[in-house]
């Protein structure tokens, strides 16, 4: 019997691992950003999303991005706590306060420790580790700290960065902090981000890794074109 349940964990890891895992920080409290992207997002997605949330919250806030999202998109929303396997199409919440990190494809979700200034770093860093060139990840809307150092992980490990368009963010900060780091691939609305990881989920089974490579910024409506750093806050207006 457990050789069975090790085998079964053994299949949903490897199917994980084959595929795109999007890490998406965001803002507590804020849920416009997230529900616009969640909301564009196809039925048949195939990647697996965990949203981490910046910024301390009341327990009000809780639940609050789970049950908006679970309202916009027909995939499912998890409220992540514990330890839980990460699986293709599901979408997996962390409370306010709590810090995520993932060992091979299992989603470690802990309280926030003392002196730890960004979750979206530890979550983007350990992703970047367990899946490499499938990991992918999103800065949305938001203030404090930036996700620079998870952000440099995943670009060194050959994962695809994007940041919210500032000018379409509540809270341009974060996104506008991300972007002038240099480690962001696309600069795009929620909506428009949404579209492109399902285009490249879609194609990365059949697709040479080479091939899905992009390194230049886009601003949204536009033709991707390289921006320097320095213009990034030129963006939000």
């Known amino acids: 019997m457990m050789d069975e349940i090790e085998e079964r964990i053994s299949r949903q890891a490897s199917a994980v691992n084959a595929q795109l895992v999007v890490a998406v920080a965001c803002f507590a409290g804020d849920v416009a950003a997230p529900s616009e992207l ?3 997002l196809p ?3 195939v990647a697996a999303f965990i949203f981490v949330q910046q910024g301390a ?3 009000e806030t809780e639940t609050l991005l789970a049950e908006s999202l679970a309202k916009r998109t027909p995939l499912s929303v998890v409220h992540a706590h514990g330890e839980l396997m990460a699986e293709q199409g599901r979408l997996y919440v962390i409370s306010p306060n709590a810090t995520p990190t993932m060992t091979g494809a299992r989603i470690c979700v802990t309280a ?3 002196g730890i200034d960004c979750p979206a770093d530890a979550l983007f860093i350990s992703l970047a580790r367990e899946f ?4 992918t990840g999103v800065i ?3 203030g404090g700290t930036d996700a ?3 952000l440099r992980a995943i670009k060194h490990a050959g994962g695809l960065t994007f940041a919210q368009y500032p000018g379409s963010a509540r809270f341009p900060n974060i996104p506008i902090n991300a972007i002038d780091s240099g480690y962001v691939d696309f600069v795009l609305r929620p909506n428009e981000i949404a579209h492109e990881l399902a285009r490249v989920s879609r194609q990365k089974e059949r697709t040479p890794r080479g091939a899905l490579r992009h390194t230049q910024i886009t601003q949204p409506g ?3 074109t390289q921006l320097a750093p320095a213009t990034a806050s030129s963006l939000a207006k």
């Open 43 to 45: 039925a048949d997605c």
């Open 57 to 59: 919250a009341g327990r």
């Open 222 to 224: 536009l033709v991707p």
């Open 38 to 40: 969640v909301a564009a």
């Open 132 to 135: 490499g060139t499938n990991a």
């Open 140 to 142: 949305l809307s938001g």
């Open 112 to 114: 926030a420790a003392s």
């Open 148 to 150: 620079v150092l998870g």
